[in-house]
């Protein structure tokens, strides 16, 4: 376990404050690293959401079936994330967060190499959707373990703060490749890619406690 400096006397200190947490967690390297697994989670979902109407219209398909899409998306993904949280309670959160993010990639080159259709449209939405926020209760839950419930909230705004810039990058390069290039391609790479490093970055995570409430 990586034992970050004072982290041997928060069990003792029954009223740790949120400055001695937030300089444990400054030393913990596996929180940054779920920290920035989620930044990769964030890129993903606001390209795919924001951009994948774009890119369908792109390919002759009209607004309607992007619309279709992104309601499979917020069907499915209720699914998702119930059953993301469950299976936590089951296995290690680390690893199903390493198999969920190794499962976007493999279904983002599905969707690029299958001819385009509205049932590889539709599919692609269903199965996205049951990857979309499932890595949230996995993410929470990993923290919690952690670090404890006492300071969940405010732990877990500093991870989700990751996953905004992360959403930023999405949506602001998405955008910017399409109008220089006239396509997504590039961003399509980049997801790809960091599915990959999301995969690995969640392999140096571990669910130890670190402080206890």
């Known amino acids: 376990m990586y034992v970050a400096p004072n982290a041997h006397s928060a ?14 967690v400054k030393n913990h390297k ?46 499915f993904n209720i699914i998702g994330t119930y059953s993301a949280g469950w299976l936590g309670g089951k296995f290690s959160k680390p690893h199903l967060l390493m198999w969920l993010y190794g499962l976007r990639g493999i279904t983002i080159i ?8 509205l049932y590889t449209v539709y599919a692609f ?26 300071y969940l909230t405010m732990l877990s705004g500093i991870v989700f703060f990751t996953h905004q810039i992360g959403s930023f990058f999405g949506g602001w390069l998405g955008g910017l490749n399409h109008d220089i290039t006239g396509n997504y391609n590039l961003i399509w790479m980049c997801s790809i890619a960091l599915s990959a490093l999301g995969v690995i970055v969640h392999s140096f995570v571990n669910e130890e406690a670190v402080v206890h409430d």
């Open 11 to 24: 069990e003792s200190k029954p009223n740790l404050g949120f400055k001695d947490v937030l300089i444990i």
């Open 30 to 75: 596996p929180f940054w690293f779920l920290a920035l697994g989620f930044l990769v989670c964030g890129f993903q979902v606001v390209f795919i959401g924001l951009h994948l109407p774009g890119y369908l219209i792109d390919h002759g398909y009209t607004a309607t079936t992007g619309t279709i899409f992104l309601a499979l998306i917020g069907l």
């Open 110 to 117: 599905a969707f690029l190499t299958i001819p385009l259709s």
């Open 125 to 150: 939405g269903i199965i996205m959707g049951l990857l979309w926020l499932s890595t949230v209760p996995l993410t929470n839950g990993i923290v919690a373990n952690m670090f404890g419930v006492k």
